[in-house]
């Protein structure tokens, strides 16, 4: 089988394509030149018989049930012991990232680490996804399969993991540098954190569910970014994803809705260089902007309180606006 490499001198936009398919080149390759293009996805991996299963796991699919939005105490202890262990999987995950290692490589690490921990990867066979993590990079909003292709230097990578064990879930996510990043995408990712934690800020029993989105879309349009409105945070606990939804862009229709003590949602902005449109790949997950500029991610699981929004997935230093990854 024969292949055809990209030409040293690339043609201008209206030349015929370097690939021999007779379209113009800016119909063809330039399209998807710089940009992230899908790899290999391997079969889905088993979980050991010993790992307690949530309900969807040997089916992909289960029927949602009204948990509550209030938590009770049991739960929220049980949320706090699965928050530390997707915590401690995300971090050591980010310790991986870097020039050359594949998403692949990465997922069986975040796969095998949560079975050590006693944990089920949440996401594996989801609604059928395939992985025991999202790895989303560049342009890649969210969703992004685990594949062959190695992270390059000058990517930025998130990592979204979720774990269920106690019989409850805990949800975080980081975009994390992969090598020499430009100080554009820098920027992205530093404001993105930023913006996740005046939304958690923004968190307190008594105030309208509307104050997070407000919070996050102040601080990114004041760096000229946008918000991506499709994608959202949501209500957890014993499931996935309950009815609350977490909106980060301030919408009046969520002043209504009062924040209580003792729920329990993530606050997960996704922040773009240029807009906010998406566009789904041919495997029906991975989303990416329409316009190929990048976008960055953080998330956490929290707790409201009468006070400061209590981190379910902080682990230590949580606290920090500024996480050692993103330096």
């Keep these: 089988m024969s292949t055809t490499t990209a030409p040293a001198t690339l043609p201008q936009a209206n030349d015929p394509c370097w690939c021999g ?7 063809c390759h330039k399209r998807s030149e710089g940009r992230v293009l899908p790899g290999e996805v391997t079969p889905m991996r088993a979980v050991p018989g010993h790992i307690a299963r949530p309900p969807y796991a040997d089916t992909g699919e289960y029927e949602p049930w009204d948990e509550g939005r209030v938590k009770s105490p049991e739960i929220i202890d049980a949320m706090r012991r699965s928050g530390r262990v997707a915590s401690t999987v995300l971090r050591e995950a980010g310790e991986l990232v870097a020039p050359g290692v594949t998403t692949e490589e990465i997922d069986v690490y975040v796969h095998e680490r949560f079975v050590e921990l006693g944990a089920y990867p949440s996401t594996i066979n989801y609604h059928g996804y395939p992985k025991a993590c999202c790895t989303s990079v560049n342009e890649v909003i969210c969703h992004g399969i685990p594949d062959s292709r190695p992270l390059q230097d000058g990517d930025i990578c998130n990592i979204d993991v979720t774990g269920w064990i106690g019989g409850v879930h805990g949800d975080t996510n980081a975009t994390f540098l ?45 760096h000229r970014y946008g918000v991506v409105k499709a994608f959202v945070g949501h209500g957890i606990g014993e499931q996935f994803h309950t009815d ?17 003590e003792g729920m329990t949602f993530t606050v997960e902005p996704m922040i773009t260089l240029g807009s906010i449109n998406y566009r789904i790949w041919d495997d029906d997950w991975t989303a990416v902007t329409s316009d190929g500029k990048r976008t960055a ?8 309180t009468d006070g400061e929004a209590e981190v379910l997935t902080g682990g230590d230093g949580a606290v920090s606006p500024t996480a050692p990854w993103t330096r």
């Design 178 to 222: 992969v090598g020499d990043v430009d100080p554009e995408s820098r920027r992205l990712v530093e404001v993105t954190e930023e913006c996740t934690w005046l939304g958690i800020a923004a968190a307190r029993a008594g105030r309208p569910l509307s104050d997070i989105g407000r919070a996050i879309e102040d601080h990114a349009k004041q």
């Design 297 to 304: 991610q953080f998330e956490h699981t929290i707790l409201v």
């Design 244 to 260: 609350v939804q977490v909106l980060h862009y301030y919408d009046r229709r969520q002043d209504g809705i009062v924040m209580r």
């Design 21 to 27: 398919s007779g379209r113009k080149y800016k119909r």
